[in-house]
C-alpha cells in the first residue's frame, strides 16, 4: 500500500497530559508536511491550533476523554466550546458503566445529542474495546449506528490496550454501512496501519506512523 494513503487515513495524534505548544506546533507541522487526515489534540489547544493551521488541515479534538463518565451535559458543553473554538472533527468516550448495566438506549441518546451538537462536523465514539465483551461490542456497533454518528473508534489509547484486528473484522461485520471505522491505540508500524485499513479501517489514531516516515528519512 503507499504510503501516501496511509498518512491520508491518519489522525497524527498528541493527548499526553504533559504536552505543551511546542509539542503541538510539531505535531501539527508534521501533519501538514505528510498530508495527514488531521491532528487529535487536547481541547485547551484547539483554538491556538486551528489559528496556526488555518483551513491547511483539520482538526480533531476529544470529548469526556479518556473515561467517558462525564455526564452529558458536560459532554455538551465540551463539544460546543470545541466547535466554537474551531474542532473540525470530535472524538467522544461513550459511558461505559452504562454498557455494563446495559442501559443502551441512555448511551444511543447522549451520542444522538453530541451528533445533534456536531451537525456537519465528524462525531467520532470511541467504545474502549479492551474493556468490553464480544457481545457488548456488537451491541455498540448497532447503537453507534442508530445513534447516526460518523465513525466507530476502538479505543482511547489510555487504558488496559489498543485497537487489534479482531475488534475491526468485528466492527466490520455489524455496524451500518453508513459508519466508518477508526482504529487507534498500539499502531506501532505501517505493517500494522496497512492491516487495519485492509481491514476496513478508514482513520488510524496513531503517533508512531509519522515518527517512522521522518525516521527513514
Known sequence: MDKKKIFQAVDHTLL????????????CDDAMAYKTASVCIPPSFVKRAKEYVGNQMAICTVIGFPNGYHTTAIKAAEAKDALSNGADELDMVINLGDVKDGCY????????LLKDVCKDKILKVIIETCLLTEEEKIRMCQVVTAAGADYIKTSTGFSSAGATFEDIKLFAQHVGPDVKMKAAGGIHSFQDAEQFMELGASRLGTSRIIKLAKEEE
Open 16 to 27: 499526553t497530559q504533559t504536552a505543551v505548544w511546542a509539542d503541538i506546533k510539531q505535531l
Open 105 to 112: 438506549e441512555k448511551v444511543e441518546e447522549e451520542i444522538r
